[in-house]
Every structure is written in structure tokens, then in C-alpha cells.
């Protein structure tokens, strides 16, 4: 707010516009832990453990992420001995329609210190043109049920804020959103924020 004159200008900060809908959520409710999972699935998807035959269509989808930049992806497309050495065997995820591989999920250590086992990142990606068909809420539901499974006690991902779909499908699964990361990546030279979301097993 500065003064022109006899006139009081105002304006706003985008950042703060950037995190209010996130600021919202923890008003009216949403950091409280929400229930797993959704059961409105889509027939055609299915969702079955990763195979090394998959490799090719999971890089491609990865680099689609990359070139159109909807995800927190990596400034180059990983290889996949990269992946390999980052992703949790048993926690790779693949969802097909009509055979062909439509989208990923995988989880990977979020960090290699002891204490911190039973922590883990959560990603998932869609191939384009299969978004809002219900692949992403497929795949997250078998990964978040494997996790609780196998012992994997906290999930956390982190999604652009303009991305209210992605958010909104976490929260359905059990996550609830713990703020917002200010300009913690950079796009395209550019810092963005990140809404950083966390889902802990029940038990």
C-alpha cells in the first residue's frame, strides 16, 4: 500500500494469492487426517507392479511432464538407472488402459539416515490426454495401501498450488496439506511455490 497524491494505491502480492486457496484449507479443516480411499474407480484402468518391459513408456511419460512442465519434475529427463537407484522395489506402479501404460506412480526414500525409515516421497505421473479419467486416483490409491501394508508409516508429496486437482485427489486419499514451500523450485528460470502434503498410516 503506498500513497499518490490524495490516492491510496493497493495491490497484491501474487505469492500470497499463490497460497491462499492452501491457507483456506487449513481454516476450515483440511490439516485433520482424511480417510482412505476413494472408491469410485474407473473401469478400463488397471494398475499392476512395474515390470522391466515398462521402463520405456514410463521414461516417455516422464519426459511429457518435463516438456509441459504440469508436475515438481526434474529440469531433464532422468535415466533409468537413475530411477532404478532411487525408486523402493515393491513400490513402483504402473495403470493401463487397453493395454497400453497411461501413468506411474513410485515411491522413493526420503531419506537414507535410519531414523528416517518408514518416510517416503510420493509421486505420480499421467500421460497426456489421460488425465482426469480417474488414472491418478488408481494409482495413488494401490500406492498409499501398499505403503500402510508394507510398513511405510508417512507419505509426502509436494504439488504446485495452481494444480487444485492433484491437491484435492491427495486430500481425498488421506493427506492433508501442511503449507506451503516458498519459491523452493525453479521452472523455467522461474521460482515457484509448492504445497507440501503429508498422509500417515492410521496405525
Do not use: Y
Not at 8 to 29: E, K, R
Not at 158 to 169: E, K, Y
Amino acid at each position: 500500500m503506498h500513497k499518490e497524491g490524495t490516492s491510496t494505491i493497493v495491490s497484491v502480492n501474487s505469492a500470497c494469492c499463490g497460497g491462499l486457496p492452501q491457507a483456506a484449507d487449513a481454516v476450515m479443516g483440511l490439516l485433520a487426517q482424511r480417510p482412505c480411499c476413494p472408491e469410485d474407480l474407473p473401469a478400463g484402468v488397471t494398475v499392476r507392479p512395474m515390470a522391466d518391459g515398462d521402463w520405456d513408456a514410463v521414461l516417455r511419460i516422464c519426459g511429457d511432464e518435463i516438456a509441459t512442465r504440469t508436475g515438481e519434475s526434474e529440469p531433464c529427463l532422468p535415466t533409468r538407472d537413475e530411477l532404478d537407484r532411487e525408486w523402493l522395489p515393491g513400490h513402483r506402479w504402473v495403470a493401463e488402459v487397453d493395454g497400453a501404460v497411461v501413468g506411474w506412480a513410485a515411491l522413493s526414500p526420503a531419506s537414507r539416515r535410519g531414523h528416517a525409515r518408514g518416510v517416503a516421497e510420493a509421486e505420480i505421473c499421467v500421460a497426456q490426454g489421460m488425465r482426469e479419467r480417474g488414472v491418478g486416483k488408481s494409482l495413488l490409491r494401490t500406492q498409499v495401501i501398499a505403503a500402510d501394508e508394507d510398513g511405510v508409516w508417512m507419505l509426502q508429496t509436494s504439488i504446485f498450488p495452481s494444480d487444485r486437482a492433484a491437491i484435492a485427489l491427495h486430500h481425498s486419499s488421506g493427506f492433508r496439506t501442511v503449507g506451503v514451500r516458498e519459491r523452493i523450485v525453479q521452472v523455467d528460470g522461474q521460482w515457484r511455490d509448492t504445497v507440501l502434503l503429508e498422509r500417515r498410516a492410521a496405525v
